[in-house]
């Protein structure tokens, strides 16, 4: 069975570029949600979804950060006019819900602001 | 707010097991027990969690106090990969008040030796 996925793997871009981060959680999976990664740190919250509605986004840094899944499955995270401060590990995970709630993560996406 | 404290780094000798430790004084009736590690740079991997009784799966088993302040992660045969990051986790059960998402904190980083 297919595991969480994120495309793409590695992204560079130039500070002030926009950026679409991409993710296909586990089939059938309700949750949703998105961590940052810097080096060396465990992963921070961003953002959650529960099939198409976005139910918390207090760990977004800014309004230059949006994330979206329309049809409750796929999922992407923008963000607008990069900084080089957003350089970092950019995570996925999807769960079922439930009253326990496993949380399956991707492999990431690392994204490098030059 | 850190709710779980871990020591910093660990050893451990291949073939031993491996006791990894992890206060949460502060942990509330309808908080449960997770434990995640991080291999190198992969996504963290799920390993256990708990609510007030130990539990063991496949690869490992989780001793919760009675008081449930803390707990131990005990990995039985510790094998050179299981050096990894390993994350313990406090988080509200679905349905309770509360974030879902996970907190991860600096972790304890446990190295298995030849």
């Known amino acids: 069975g297919a595991g969480v996925s994120q495309s793409p793997r590695y992204k560079v871009t130039k500070r002030g570029q926009d950026v679409a981060l991409r993710c296909d959680p586990i089939?059938?999976?309700?949750?949703l949600y998105w961590y940052r990664q810097a080096l060396g740190q465990g992963p921070e919250f961003l953002t959650y979804?529960?099939?198409?509605?976005?139910?918390?986004k207090s760990g977004l840094p800014n309004d230059r950060f949006s994330a979206e899944r329309p049809e409750g499955s796929i999922s992407t995270l923008t963000i607008q006019r990069t900084e080089q401060r957003d350089s970092a590990m950019y995570r996925c995970?999807?769960?079922?819900?439930?009253?326990?709630?496993?949380?399956?993560f991707g492999p990431g996406t690392r994204l490098l602001v030059l | 707010d850190a709710k779980t404290t871990q020591p910093t780094s660990m050893d451990c000798a291949e073939g031993r097991a491996a006791n990894l430790p992890c206060n949460h004084s502060?942990?509330?009736?309808?908080?449960?027990v997770y434990w995640y590690r991080q291999i190198h740079s992969q996504g963290p991997q799920y390993i256990i969690h708990?609510?007030?009784n130990n539990e063991t799966n496949e690869m490992a088993s989780l001793i919760i106090t009675e008081d449930r302040k803390s707990s131990t992660l005990i990995l039985p045969h510790a094998t050179l990969r299981d050096t990894a990051v390993y994350y313990c986790?406090?988080?509200?059960?679905?349905?309770?008040?509360?974030?879902?998402?996970?907190?991860f904190g600096k972790g304890t980083k446990l190295s298995v030796i030849p």
């Open positions: 995970a999807s769960s079922l819900a439930g009253v326990e709630e496993t949380q399956y």
């Open positions: 979804f529960n099939y198409e509605a976005q139910q918390d």
């Open positions: 986790i406090v988080r509200v059960a679905l349905g309770g008040a509360g974030s879902y998402q996970l907190t």
């Open positions: 502060t942990i509330s009736g309808n908080e449960y």
């Open positions: 089939s059938g999976h309700v949750s």
């Open positions: 708990g609510l007030k």
